[in-house]
């Protein structure tokens, strides 16, 4: 129950065929689900896709394919750009109680109402300790789905080729957020998914992270 992929693979299971790969290491899994055709992949907290693998998941979804990101301690830690990212993000992230911190756990404030997650009621019971980061940009807006209730951005995400890239600022586990344990995070998941199978007709999903 500690593991990400976990939450992930429970959360997508009503409305998807999920798939899990069996390699260990990041850049092959994603390389197996590439090859496997699946319409989304969604990674938690991998820090930095590098090498071959950059390179094969940024052809996957600027032909049509879906990469959602989840946040993590290793995500937070890179230094330097990741292509794989719909916003620059800022190093170190923001955690209750530490630099840039909050003085209380934070809610989650409002959805885009020109994203997926429109018309969603925001569940008031869901909190953040911590988040990564992006950094300030005129089109910082255009790009968030969701946000808490100091303005930054919960879930953001661009268009690549045919394809999107999403991350959400928090884990895919507890650690930083209860989310993956509300419904809204279900329902979430899936508005996602459906952005994927409306140009596709499929709705196979893959899961790879830490853990």
Do not use: C
């Amino acid at each position: 129950l500690l593991s990400p992929v976990h939450y992930l693979t429970r959360a997508l299971a009503p409305f998807a065929e999920v798939r899990e790969p069996r390699a260990t290491d990041t850049a092959q899994a994603i390389r197996d689900l590439v090859r496997q055709n699946v319409s989304v992949i969604m990674t938690a907290d991998i820090g930095t896709i590098v090498g071959d693998a950059e390179k094969v998941t940024e052809d996957w979804v600027a032909n049509g394919g879906v990469l959602v990101r989840f946040a993590g301690p290793r995500l937070a830690a890179v230094k330097g750009g990741d292509r794989l990212v719909p916003v620059a993000l800022r190093q170190g992230g923001r955690t209750l109680g530490g630099a840039l911190s909050w003085s209380q756990p934070q809610a989650l404030g409002s959805f885009s109402q020109t994203g997926p997650f429109a018309g969603l009621d925001v569940p008031r019971d869901v909190t953040v300790t911590r988040q990564v980061l992006a950094e300030p940009h005129p089109d910082l807006a255009q790009k968030t789905w969701a946000s808490l209730t100091d303005g930054t951005p919960l879930v953001t995400a661009t268009r690549l080729g045919k394809g999107w890239l999403i991350l959400f600022h928090v884990t895919a586990d507890t650690g930083w957020s209860n989310l993956p344990l509300s419904g809204s995070f279900i329902e979430m998941l899936r508005r996602v998914v459906a952005y994927s199978s409306a140009s596709t007709g499929k709705t196979e999903a893959g899961a790879a992270g830490t853990g």
